[in-house]
């Protein structure tokens, strides 16, 4: 890391070592494996603790009065919710361990592991889009229903559900576009390698 330049200017000879800072891990990876693994964690903590109760009238015979029934939304009712809670998990521990193994392996690791890690890094990317394209189309079901099935709208009822939901599937889409931007820095990456040689 240490390079010598003896410059000779008007006959003065110098002796100016420069000497680089090495840095283990870059500091826009740093960043994007920090954001998503924070963005994958706060999606799946709303989603996971989301959960509400409503008193529902309910009337079976007309001539009666309705039964007044309290129906409770979580997100284990779904397995689309399910999943997205645990692909979020999933990334989510990723994370944190591709920011150990790059901290150890450093900028200038072993290329198998590296690699490995950036294989691993756009299945993160395939995982989170489709858990939240998952979790999106069952949530756009409950906002406006499907009167070609007959499938009544939810969202009027259990409206913080609903907004604990979208407020998750937009931090997650933000996850997985970090972990998009780590692909898309890694081809950056080796495509100035390679230009290079």
């Known amino acids: 890391m240490e390079s010598q330049n003896k410059p000779s200017v008007n006959g003065v000879e110098s002796h100016v070592k420069v000497v680089e800072k090495p ?3 870059p500091s826009s990876d740093f960043v994007l494996r920090i954001l998503g ?5 706060i999606a799946a903590v709303v989603t996971g603790v989301d959960k509400q109760t409503k008193i529902i009238p309910l009337t079976l015979i007309k001539t009666l009065p309705p039964l007044r ?3 409770t ?4 009712d779904m397995s689309a919710f399910m999943y997205f809670v645990v692909a979020n998990a999933v990334a989510c521990s990723y994370a944190a361990i591709s ?5 150890m392996v450093g900028r200038r690791g072993k290329g198998g592991r590296v690699l490995a890690v950036m294989v691993l ?3 993160m990317v395939g995982l989170l889009f489709s858990a939240t394209g998952a979790s999106a189309a069952v949530g756009v079901i409950g906002k406006y229903g499907n009167s070609h099935v007959e499938w009544k709208k939810v969202c009027n009822v259990f409206d913080t559900f609903c907004h604990h939901l979208a407020i998750s599937l937009a931090l997650s889409l933000l996850g997985s576009l970090s972990f ?3 692909v898309l820095l890694a081809i950056f990456n080796l495509h100035k390698k390679s230009r290079a040689k």
């Open 69 to 71: 029934v309290p129906v």
């Open 180 to 182: 998009l931007g780590l």
């Open 37 to 41: 693994l924070l963005l994958t964690l």
């Open 73 to 76: 939304a979580k997100w284990s």
């Open 99 to 103: 920011l150990l193994v790059m901290t």
């Open 121 to 123: 890094d756009l299945h």
């Open 23 to 25: 840095r283990n891990v």
